[in-house]
């Protein structure tokens, strides 16, 4: 099973150029969700959807975008990039039920540099 | 405000002995779900083991139990029988019901496995 793919696995962009990482579930997962870690600290949730045509902002929103056209794909578009945007960028997904004791499938995460 | 908080930067543990992880955290919500979380060196973060703030048994998944405290906010993963393989960055989370959509990390826990 492929669980939950996040493509590319590694990025360098320059101050100033955007990009779009990649994710995808083959679970039929309803909710998803896009966290940044920093080096030596936790996830911090950026944003997530409930499901297709659903989004809402997390935690840290600011400099980035998402869209959920289908149940399967969330892309995480990151406009005019900044180095505070270095981080290691990762995708999960979970069932879908409030207060719900699933734990999230997250993929293998992209690491991104800005310079 | 930080709601989890892992006051443990890193730890050793000989192999074969048990290890205790500490995790606090702050709510006021009386429904939640505690989890916790592997991250190898690989970088995948690795779902083993929930609790939930009603459940009166703590929860345990093979060598994994979570000891719960309500009283005292606390939720510390232990692992019995330490092996090499248990070597990882631990993050322990959690998730209010009435905002089931973000689910808040600690900073984490280094464990080192010696032979």
């Known amino acids: 099973n492929a669980g939950v793919t996040q493509t590319p696995k590694f990025r360098i962009l320059k101050i100033g150029q955007s990009m779009t990482l990649q994710c995808t579930q083959d679970m039929n997962h309803n909710y998803m969700y896009w966290y940044r870690q920093d080096p030596g600290m936790g996830l911090k949730l950026i944003y997530y959807s409930v499901g297709a045509g659903i989004t809402d902002k997390g935690e840290v929103p600011n400099g980035y975008n998402v869209s959920r056209s289908t149940t399967e794909d969330f892309p995480l578009r990151l406009e005019l990039a900044a180095p505070s945007q270095t981080s290691v960028y990762f995708c999960?997904?979970?069932?879908?039920?409030?207060?719900?004791?699933?734990?999230?499938?997250f993929g293998s995460g992209t690491r991104l540099t800005v310079v | 405000a930080q709601k989890i908080t892992q006051t443990q930067p890193g730890m050793f543990v000989q192999e074969k002995e048990a290890v205790t992880l500490d995790c606090t955290y702050d709510t006021s919500d009386q429904s939640y779900g505690l989890f916790w979380y592997k991250q190898p060196s690989s970088g995948e973060m690795i779902f083993l083991i929930y609790q939930g703030s009603y459940d009166e048994q703590n929860a345990t998944e093979g060598r994994y139990s979570l000891n719960f405290q309500k009283a005292r906010k606390s939720a510390n993963l232990v692992i019995s029988a330490s092996q090499l393989g248990d070597s990882a960055m631990y993050f322990c989370?959690?998730?209010?019901?009435?905002?089931?959509?973000?689910?808040?990390f600690g900073a984490g826990t280094r464990l080192t496995v010696k032979p």
């Open positions: 989370a959690m998730r209010e019901a009435i905002n089931n959509n973000d689910m808040r």
């Open positions: 999960a997904s979970s069932y879908s039920r409030q207060g719900a004791n699933y734990g999230y499938t």
